[in-house]
């Protein structure tokens, strides 16, 4: 005699449950392999090797306008000017000379390139030689400042001028 299997319609279900989960389990591990083959392609790829590693660098020759008169420095100077100017190069050079010099003051470079330096950014008409606040600081094309004790001692506009105070 041949045995009944009964079940339950709870059985049935649960059956059918177990099924449904692992089908979505190899659906979901397929789709992983699929991605990591096809879309980012290093599924066969040794990862320790194309890692590269950047060590940090601070410098800290260069200022943005929010700290360019907390320097630890009694008297420095700041030259600001925009890198992506063709001129660039030439008043690096600038800088490069003065502070070879054996009494030179510091020289903080700072870059009106830079995001946190935009907004001072003036055209010749608007930049300002007399201001009461960093708010109201515009700058042209170079500029450079004396700064002593935290203040701006010196607001110099013109590279000849420039060039004088740095006796380059």
Known sequence: MKKEKFETEE????KKFI??????????IGIYFFT??????????????EK????????????????MLNKP???????AYNSE??????????????????????VYTLDLNN?????????EEDKST???????????????MKIKNGKVSKFITNIDNIKKELAV
Not at 19 to 28: D, F, K, N, R
Not at 130 to 144: P, W
Request: proline content about 0%; cysteine-free; charged content about 25%.
């Open 11 to 14: 059985q049935k279900e649960i």
């Open 19 to 28: 099924m449904v989960l692992v089908g979505l389990i190899i659906i979901i």
């Open 36 to 49: 990591r083959a096809f879309v980012t392609k290093d599924l066969f790829k040794d990862k320790t090797s």
């Open 52 to 67: 590269e590693y950047t060590t940090g660098v601070i410098n800290y020759d260069v200022a943005i306008v929010g700290n």
């Open 73 to 79: 420095q009694a008297e420095y100077y700041v030259l």
């Open 85 to 106: 100017n063709t001129q660039s190069g030439y008043y690096q050079t600038i800088a490069s000379k003065y502070k070879s010099n054996e009494k030179a003051l510091k």
């Open 115 to 123: 995001a946190l330096n935009k907004s001072y950014v003036g055209t």
């Open 130 to 144: 007399k201001f009461t606040s960093l708010e109201e600081l515009k700058f042209g094309e170079v500029t450079l």
